[in-house]
DNA sequence: ATATTCCTATACCAGCGCGTCTAGTATGTG
DNA sequence: CACATACTAGACGCGCTGGTATAGGAATAT
């Protein structure tokens, strides 16, 4: 955001031997403390009643040592979503390649809903959109980590069943979209609204084969 | 939300003969002015960044003038809400009752999606849920008059088209989530992140049709 | 006409939250 | 050792906003 480079970007100098810095280093663990106090607050409130001082309380750090290392509230904000949008990358990546058609898209299917609807990202539905919202570029990378990442996994699955005559699809990507709505089903909405919490393994489970059983039933040959 | 009699719930004295209050009558225009720049307000910003201020300017109005018809911030959003709330009763209730199954389901799928993605409410998704979450009977509401309105209606009608053997279905109201959501596919995840806007009545009817016809593609006997 | 209520304009208060400053202490490097 | 940096604790400035107070003008019923 501001031009200058902020300390929480580099911690190495650029013309520098090595990790060569007089002086006392900086804690990473306190930083590490910043970070999931912040998180832990951000996924239960809105962004403008998050304040800075609670977060340096709940992570048991002077608010003077949380702007050292986060120069404002959006680039400590900044610093949760680009975290959040990485595990996302982690845990959706690698999907099942072994197995039916059908096997392959519930594996998916199952791992997705078990990052949208059973983690912390569940509960930071709220607060996402709303703060995300004032800056398009961060919004999208966050986007593109999850549900675009899987809506373009599951594109290619599709075609290639296709192409292996084991589906009838004019549309892979709209295809890919269907089957991600059949498997969310009502449940973003009511999360946003808070009138859901986040759902058990069972019902992950459930959610996902039932969705992967119509969407077949779809648009199988 | 207080205990005291809100002068915008009760126009009329409880123990009075009629409409008979002696001085100046309240402007029903100014009040009428009031909601509609609330409403401009709040589907543009958070609830948080809407000031009583901007309000009031928007609306032609003083700020006192603000306060003498809604007694708190609060107040005002909620009348908002319910009001929101009102219009898409209206605008959902009568669902199509002529045609076949599948034009019945499509008029519902067009105007719901024309409520929820091309009306003002749309431009509302990110303001309502952040500022729901703090009012859950309000925020039941809301998601009751929407889309919780609709998931019934056609929950009903799967439920009798499933009796006169049109389709198969094991769970009425499942199988009426899973319409619903293929109606709208992504589109609510995009407009909350800000990635989308309002959707043209073109893109409406084809999503509707679409949605539709791989529904009945999974479901019909 | 007069009482009564509405409306405006403006000033005002209290509280809050971000971000800064300072003075002092702790902890590392050369 | 000295030096440089990190961290703490507290106070504080500043801007903003919800809500109140007041005084005077405007509209309407009786």
Redesign the interface.
């Known amino acids: 955001m501001s031009p200058v480079s902020n300390s929480e970007d580099i911690d190495i100098v650029v013309y520098a031997p090595a990790s060569a810095r007089s002086g006392r280093p900086k804690d990473t663990a306190k930083r590490e403390a910043i970070i999931t106090a912040a998180r832990s607050l951000f996924a239960s409130q809105?962004f403008?009643l998050v304040t800075m001082e609670a977060v340096a309380a709940q992570a048991g750090v002077s608010k003077m040592t949380v702007y050292s290392h986060f120069h404002d509230k959006e680039a400590l904000f900044e610093t949760i979503v680009t975290a959040t949008a990485d595990e996302m990358i982690g845990a959706l990546s690698a999907p099942g390649q072994e197995g039916g058609l059908r096997e392959r898209l519930l594996a998916v299917g199952s791992s997705f809903l078990g990052v949208i609807l059973g983690s912390d990202i569940c509960k930071m539905a709220?607060?996402?959109?709303?703060a995300?919202?004032a800056n398009?570029a961060l919004?999208?990378r966050?986007?593109a980590a999850g549900?675009g990442r899987v809506?373009g996994a599951l594109a290619a699955m599709i075609a290639a069943a296709a192409e292996c005559g084991e589906l009838t699809v004019d549309d892979p990507d709209?295809a890919a979209?269907?089957l991600?709505?059949?498997w969310?089903?009502?449940r973003?909405?009511?999360i946003?609204?808070?009138?859901l919490e986040l759902s058990s393994e069972e019902e992950i489970r459930q959610r996902a084969t039932?969705?992967t059983e119509?969407?077949l039933?779809?648009?199988r040959r």
């Not at 709220?126 to 709303?130: A, K, V």
């Not at 946003?192 to 009138?195: I, K």
């Open positions: 809105p403008d709220h607060t996402l959109p709303g995300l919202r398009r919004a999208e966050f986007y549900p809506r709209l979209d269907d991600v709505s059949l969310e089903g009502s973003p909405a009511k946003a609204f808070g009138l039932r969705g119509v969407f039933r779809a648009y």
